[in-house]
């Protein structure tokens, strides 16, 4: 079925053309400034976000580079008569200042086309790798009401902007998994019966970039229940706040707001939200080895696998350590084919709600 982005035109980027420079919405905690772009006039209105965790850095570069695509592009061309985008790339830019430790740090490596690209140091990640607890989590910060003036100032600033450009009929909030066997994409429930030829395509471009969706059941646990191999539905603060009453723990519980995509629906509407999870690291679904690591769902089995690599790789020379990790399976997935594969699943939503 043909999209409409062209992904590798956006990719590639075009050097002779100035990028636009975007509006500041807001400032961080830190005072950082948070941009965002407003491209296009037409009636569909799509809205999207990168970086709502600290250590998922590849949503907001790609989100750059489709905003910097869409910026130069004329204002006949049918992207922006046809469409609105309001694009925030980098929600979270006090995150990325902490983790540029390892996320600054990339390796040569080769795409699925065999052409030169980058990917991430596994051992730099690591080492130093930094991630929000909730209560702090950007995602789910969202004000709960127009009166919720204690959300995080990087949140407020996003919501105003979105709020002001709302109800819109496509959102999509770009992540990315630190390990996992391969992507996974998770979906609004309400859309789910409608997204089978989305489905289909996705695999189907996984699997011819080489990879594998992850299909992973969580039987409802935060909200994430199954659809088919490689989809979920996406998290929702609600069933987050019920997992952690059921565990007792209140006081998390309670630093639960909103997602970007409870947000959105909230404005009116029936769109379709979306969630990209991206593997900065490709783990074995099988280990062959008695000593590899095992991929476990959820945030303790992150925490597990994490605990186990820095065990492997303590008191190690990087190079050494470096062999270790390869010797047991895992290894860095291209940060050219996990944009590609973001960008893949923006066009197939964007038609189905044209065809919507």
Not at 181 to 199: H, K, V
Not at 267 to 272: I, Q, S
């Amino acid at each position: 079925m043909h999209g409409f982005l062209d992904i590798e035109a956006i990719l590639a980027g075009d050097p002779a053309r100035r990028p636009v420079e975007g509006q500041v919405i807001g400032h961080s905690r830190q005072g950082r400034p948070i941009r965002a772009f407003d491209l296009g006039s037409g009636p569909i209105r799509i809205s999207l976000i990168g970086g709502c965790h600290a250590d998922e850095p590849v949503g907001p570069a790609m989100l750059k580079k489709l905003a910097t695509h869409l910026g130069t592009l004329a204002p006949t061309h049918p992207l922006l008569v046809e469409m609105r985008w309001q694009i925030v790339p980098h929600v979270n830019p006090d995150g990325a200042a902490v983790n540029a430790l390892w996320s600054d740090l990339t390796l040569p490596s080769t795409d699925h086309l065999s052409a030169d690209d980058e990917a991430y140091d596994l051992v730099a990640y690591v080492q130093q790798v930094v991630r929000e607890l909730p209560g702090d989590d950007i995602e789910f910060g969202f004000p709960r009401d127009r009166n919720d003036d204690n959300a995080r100032p990087e949140n407020l600033a996003v919501a105003g902007f979105l709020r002001a450009g709302g109800p819109f009929h496509l959102h999509a909030s770009f992540h990315g998994m630190g390990l996992a066997p391969g992507p996974w994409f998770l979906l609004e429930p309400s859309w789910a019966d409608r997204t089978a030829a989305m489905r289909d395509a996705l695999r189907q471009s996984v699997r011819s970039m080489g990879y594998r969706p992850m299909d992973l059941d969580r039987q409802g646990e935060k909200g994430f229940c199954r659809i088919d191999e490689g989809f979920s539905t996406r998290p929702d603060s609600e069933a987050m706040i019920a997992h952690f009453l059921a565990l007792g723990d209140d006081e998390t519980a309670a630093r639960f707001r909103p997602s970007s995509m409870e947000y959105v629906r909230r404005l009116g509407g029936d769109p379709l939200t979306l969630v990209s999870e991206m593997p900065l690291f490709l783990v074995p679904e099988t280990a062959d080895k008695p000593e590899a690591p095992r991929f476990e769902k959820g945030t303790e089995g992150r925490k597990r696998l994490l605990a186990w690599l820095q065990e492997l790789i303590s008191g190690e020379p990087v190079e050494v350590a470096r062999r270790s990790i390869a010797e047991v399976g895992i290894r860095p997935m291209p940060i050219r084919d996990q944009m590609r594969l973001q960008l893949a699943f923006l066009d197939q939503a964007l038609i189905l709600i044209r065809a919507d």
